[in-house]
């Protein structure tokens, strides 16, 4: 139950840090018209970025399955991750299929490209950890 509740709170936490972040870089390259006009679109916005958060952070629980293939754990958490990513993003209008189907596949790469990154830079982080850990274990 601890472990749950710390990735729910880390969920909530990345999901308000990535609206930051990304209203952030959306005012300063596109202008302040990328700023929400009305409170509901705010309010909704920053409630999908929770659910999205929570997306990714949860599904995380399946990296302590040692019995389990690496691959099959990245599968399962990042799939997890990406569905709810891509239904929040089209129910709030984040990918703009007004624009065509080249600019759809263009932000699904964009999508997938970043959630590899980040992915990528919290799997050297921790195992990172890992090798800080057993080092002082060899010490002991």
């Known amino acids: 139950m601890k ?8 969920g909530i936490a990345w999901g308000c840090t990535m609206n930051v972040l990304i209203g952030m870089v959306g005012v300063a390259t596109m202008g302040p018209e990328f700023l929400i006009s009305n409170v509901s679109d705010y309010f909704a916005n920053i409630f999908a ?3 999205i958060g ?3 952070t949860l599904p ?3 990296y302590e399955k040692e019995e389990m293939a690496r691959g099959i ?3 399962i958490h990042l799939g997890i ?3 709810i990513y891509f239904i929040a993003a089209f129910w709030r209008g984040w990918i ?3 624009y065509g189907i080249g600019t759809v596949i263009g932000m699904i790469a964009g999508t997938l490209a970043i959630t590899g990154v980040i992915w990528f830079c919290f799997y050297l982080y921790y195992r990172k950890e890992a090798m800080r850990i057993n080092e002082k274990l060899k010490e002991k």
């Open 3 to 10: 472990k749950f509740l710390k990735l729910f709170l880390m």
């Open 49 to 51: 970025g929770i659910i």
């Open 54 to 56: 929570l997306g990714f």
């Open 60 to 62: 995380s629980v399946v």
């Open 73 to 75: 754990q990245v599968l």
């Open 81 to 83: 991750g990406l569905v």
């Open 96 to 98: 703009p299929l007004q």
